[in-house]
C-alpha cells in the first residue's frame, strides 16, 4: 500500500486547486516581467506579508 505524507496530501489538494482555477493573465505577467527589467515595479510589503499570511493559512487549513 502506498501511504502518502500529510503534506503530500496538502500539495496534491493545492495541485487540484490551481488546476481548477482560471489560467493566468499572460499579458500581466509580462508586463510585470517588463517592470522588473526597468525597476520600476514596486513591491507593497504590507501586501506581500498578508498574502504569505494567507497562503500560510490555505495551507494549514487544507
Excluded: C, H, T, W
Excluded at 517588463?34 to 513591491?43: D, E, P
Amino acid at each position: 500500500a502506498v501511504s502518502l505524507s500529510q503534506q503530500s496530501q496538502v500539495i496534491d489538494k493545492m495541485n487540484q486547486k490551481m488546476a481548477s482555477e482560471p489560467y493566468f493573465d499572460s499579458a500581466k505577467v509580462d508586463q510585470i516581467k517588463q517592470a522588473i527589467s526597468n525597476g520600476s515595479y514596486k513591491v507593497d510589503p504590507d501586501k506581500l506579508a498578508a498574502n504569505m499570511m494567507r497562503f500560510e493559512n490555505d495551507l494549514n487549513d487544507s
